[in-house]
DNA sequence: CTTACTGTTATATTTATCTAATACAGTATT
DNA sequence: AATACTGTATTAGATAAATATAACAGTAAG
């Protein structure tokens, strides 16, 4: 899995958890792949792993039977209210960084709206 | 100024800068406040603003005269490309975020129309 | 009990970021 | 020339992130 610059590992494998789990690829209860697997398949140190699933863990989001495995969590209120949360941070963030290109709300909304009358004209596989 | 844990301050201060230029605060031919004074009003050290400007500098971004300061570039079309490209890059990272949550585009488009139709509906000093 | 999985912990090393302090160099004003 | 601004460069030190390696500990199946 190809990784950003400039922003910690564990934290890009935490997010992609997490966002694996609200968008349901992950469901309650599932076993997560064993520390060394994931290792292997991050291209990524164990030690790594570790760490973001420590702050998953304290985050509530999956939980651990030692010597078991790691096991995302059964609070589906935890999980449900993730997503919303998630989701209307994305808004935002999106929103501040168009203001931050001198765009108001309509005008982000606007360019938004352009963007997907574009794809659909061009073909572009999914609609 | 506040910065996001987690990301270079160099980045932030970079990024800060470019969109003052895209978004007009900062004019072409400007001049910025000197390094030594952005290091005191971004409370940060002097080389970490270096390092931004010279990033800056070989993106085209900025000129330096040296003993008198760095100017914003007179590439006007350089200027308006970048805005344009991070309008558009803003636009595809909100709509792949929303993606890795669940909600394809028109969804995704959904998702902000009903947060600008709340805005309004609450008081929301802007509009 | 042995084996082979799980997760956990610890140590040492490397690299990037950031700070601090200092010195050097160009420009302009007096 | 002296002063006071500019940008530039160097050195040293602190911290966080990531790797590599190894050992320790729980679970379960043979």
């Known amino acids: ?20 789990i609200v968008q349901g690829q992950l469901q309650a209860g599932d076993r997560l792949p064993s520390v060394r697997k994931l290792a ?4 990524v140190n164990v030690n790594t792993v ?4 420590r702050d998953l863990n304290m985050q509530g989001f999956i939980y651990t039977k030692r ?3 790691n096991f995302v969590t059964d ?3 935890l999980i449900a209210d993730t ?10 963030d999106f929103l501040k960084e168009m203001q931050g290109l001198g765009l108001e709300h309509r005008s982000a909304q606007a360019a938004l709206e352009n963007y997907l009358r574009k794809e659909e004209q061009d073909g572009d596989s999914e609609h």
Not at 1 to 20: A, G, S, T, W
Not at 83 to 92: D, G, R
């Open 50 to 53: 570790q760490r973001a699933l």
């Open 75 to 77: 609070d589906q209120d």
């Open 67 to 69: 010597g078991e495995g």
């Open 83 to 92: 997503k919303e949360q998630l989701i209307k941070q994305a808004v935002t």
């Open 40 to 43: 292997v398949t991050e291209t």
């Open 1 to 20: 899995m190809e990784f950003k610059d400039n922003v910690p590992i564990y934290l890009q494998i935490e997010q992609r958890l997490i966002k694996q």
